[in-house]
């Protein structure tokens, strides 16, 4: 084995000192150490300050009832950090709970709002009869009753002619003015012939007046929408 | 040279069965068993006490910041993969939170620096009894520590633990390394540096 230098033991000193060395090297430096006082007398000062530091450190060794306390309050600590993080765990799961029931209410509601609304769609009838929608699908599903449109000026020769033809002994065909409202009532109608029975016509205008407009039980009443307003045939029994 | 074969302190042993026993204790702790805890509390306090005060050098506050470790090694135990030695790990914890500690109080009381003569008379206690140890000596041993914890208190923190932890706690430049989270070449160079200070400071001793 080569002598070491005194400048490479004193590069591994500390190592050695600190008995970070390979055994090889330690036995070398060791016998360096054993014939060289200048590279004995530093490393014995590393050890010096070593021990100094391990003297230091025993003037404060705390007594043994000093920790007695540690332990339990350190368990008791974090039985109650555990308690205080399920607690807040459960306040959380509750806020969350909040939102749930919102979203879960939200949900019902539009279930039960949907499920209603099929529930009308599919109890309720079809279509009134008397509705206007009624009418209007009836007068369209049915052409054979489709009212002529006559021009306001020529109504008479009209109306005059399909009297004649519709004629039977227990129908009358009348030519009225009147209105239709949403609900299928006939306001403010009007004759518009003299040459029939006065009582009877007064007779069926009040009945119409308060009655609906009832396109079954009138016995089929057409209603044309664009004349609407302007004229509206009503084709009814006459009853008595 | 061959550079296979190297010494360790003899703390680094890890018998199969110390390893076993205390990876039981750690998966037991990790299961919020309360035995456990309190007995890895009861193997470990003495060593965490006595690192925080050397770090901090007050009893109380070494006393707080162990209770401020452990609470921190329960929570963070089931992250414990054994890639060190348990002892080590707790190291490595205590060191940080002294770190943290140091840092706070620097902050907070920069201005008014509390002095280590003062530590020393305030907490420093005599050692334990049945030293046969004649007075004179107790004090003249008491003047040399209040010197040699004032010079380790004007160390940078990164320094005095690493000196600490090598001098005191007889850790490996390994260990070292894990405890403070640097590499063996800056272990090296901080203890190179401490002891020069330190030696530079205690010239007479
Ligand atoms: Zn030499």
Redesign the pocket.
């Known amino acids: 084995m080569t002598p070491l230098s005194?400048a490479s033991?004193r590069r591994r000193l500390t190592a050695y000192h600190d008995r970070e060395l390979s055994i090889e090297q330690l036995i070398a430096i060791e016998a360096?150490l054993d014939g060289?006082p200048?590279?004995a007398t530093e490393a014995a000062g590393l050890e010096t300050l070593g021990e100094s530091l391990r003297l230091a450190a025993a003037t404060l060794q705390p007594g043994t009832d000093m920790l007695a306390g540690l332990q339990p309050g350190i368990i008791s600590r974090m039985k109650a950090e555990n308690a205080q993080s399920w607690r807040a765990q459960f306040g959380r799961m509750f806020e969350d709970m909040h939102l749930v029931w919102i979203g879960l209410g939200s949900a019902m509601a539009t279930i039960i709002c949907s499920a209603l609304a099929l529930a009308c769609l599919h109890f309720a009838s079809p279509e009134r009869d008397d509705s206007l929608a009624g009418i209007i699908a009836t007068m369209v599903s049915s052409r054979a009753n489709l009212v002529r449109q006559v021009p306001a000026d020529t109504y008479d020769d009209v109306v005059g002619n399909a009297l004649v033809r519709s004629m039977s002994e227990e129908e009358a065909v009348l030519a009225l003015a009147a209105v239709v409202t949403r609900d299928g009532r006939l306001i403010d109608p009007r004759w518009v012939e003299n040459d029939r029975d006065r009582q009877q016509i007064l007779d069926l205008m009040s009945a119409i007046e308060t009655s609906r407009f009832d396109t079954t039980r009138a016995g089929g009443a057409s209603v044309n929408m664009v004349w609407l307003f302007a004229h509206t045939t009503v084709r009814g029994k006459i009853v008595g | 040279m061959a550079e296979g074969l190297s010494v360790k302190p003899a703390r680094a042993i890890t018998w199969s069965e110390v390893a076993s026993r205390e990876a039981a204790l750690v998966q037991r702790c990790a299961a919020g068993d309360d035995d456990a805890c309190g007995e890895l509390v009861s193997e470990h306090q003495r060593m965490v006490h006595q690192l925080a005060l050397h770090l901090l050098g007050d009893y109380n506050e070494a006393l707080d910041l162990s209770q401020e470790v452990f609470l921190r090694v329960f929570r963070t135990i089931h992250r414990f993969r054994g890639q060190s030695a348990l002892r080590t790990w707790i190291y490595r914890i205590v060191v940080n939170q002294a770190r943290n500690r140091m840092r706070w109080w620097r902050r907070r009381y920069r201005a008014q620096q509390v002095s280590l003569d003062e530590h020393i008379r305030n907490h420093g206690d005599l050692p334990a009894p049945g030293n046969p140890a004649a007075p004179d000596r107790l004090f003249g041993q008491k003047q040399l520590a209040a010197r040699i914890w004032k010079a380790l208190d004007g160390l940078p923190f990164d320094q005095k633990s690493a000196i600490v932890l090598r001098e005191i706690d007889g850790l490996s430049y390994d260990e070292i390394a894990f405890s403070l989270g640097i590499a063996v070449g800056t272990v090296k160079s901080r203890l190179a540096r401490a002891r020069e200070a330190l030696r530079a400071q205690l010239r007479d001793v």
Do not use: D, T
Request: proline content about 17%.
């Open positions: 005194c033991v360096h060289c200048p590279c």
